[in-house]
């Protein structure tokens, strides 16, 4: 057991690469390490109608109870091509997309609980485990105002993608 560690440490010595070549470079242990200015996102094209940090969690029908999804950044983007806007949730520092669905001009947020800070909706075609999918989901921010500015943001967006909607 001994040596098979050694070889693992071995095995990396002199290969490593300094993080300022290129757009990756190779720690220690074999894991590569992204650099975070060349990384793509597909927010390339999008233009940033919100920006917040909130905890998601989705409804499970099945059980009948609230599965937390993460607490992140959500954004409103707007696509400079197409003018569509889609809701898009990242978990902090993993940034793994816990919701990812266009606004619906129908899809109304509703006061969750009766808090001034939560606000619950149903989603219709989320993309966060690659195919769409009807979820509800609850946002909570950190204070009212927080939560009364994206309420603002997502009905602006709703009213947008409204007239998009009926210039088709």
């Known amino acids: 057991e001994e040596k098979k560690e050694e070889k693992k440490e071995g095995e990396g010595a ?5 993080e ?13 390490i992204l650099d975070k200015e060349k990384q793509q996102t597909n927010e390339e094209n999008e233009d940033i109608l919100f ?4 905890k998601l969690w989705r409804f499970v029908s099945d059980s009948k109870e609230w599965k937390e999804r993460g607490t992140g950044e ?5 696509d400079r091509d197409t003018k569509k806007i889609r809701l898009l949730m990242r978990r902090e520092k993993t940034l793994k997309i816990c919701a990812n669905h266009y606004v619906e001009p129908k ?11 939560a606000w619950l909706w149903t989603a219709i075609g989320d993309f ?4 769409a999918k009807t979820e509800i989901f609850a946002m ?12 603002v943001a997502y009905d602006e967006a ?10 088709k």
């Open 14 to 18: 002199g290969e490593e690469k300094k």
């Open 20 to 32: 300022g070549e290129g757009a990756a470079a190779e720690s220690a242990s074999g894991l590569q």
């Open 51 to 54: 920006k917040d940090r909130a």
């Open 74 to 78: 959500v954004k409103l983007l707007q």
């Open 107 to 117: 899809v109304e947020l509703k006061e969750h609980s009766g808090s001034s800070r």
């Open 128 to 131: 966060t485990d690659g195919e």
């Open 140 to 151: 909570r921010f950190s204070d009212a105002d927080a939560a009364k500015k994206y309420k």
């Open 158 to 167: 709703r009213e947008a993608m409204s007239k998009l909607q009926s210039e």
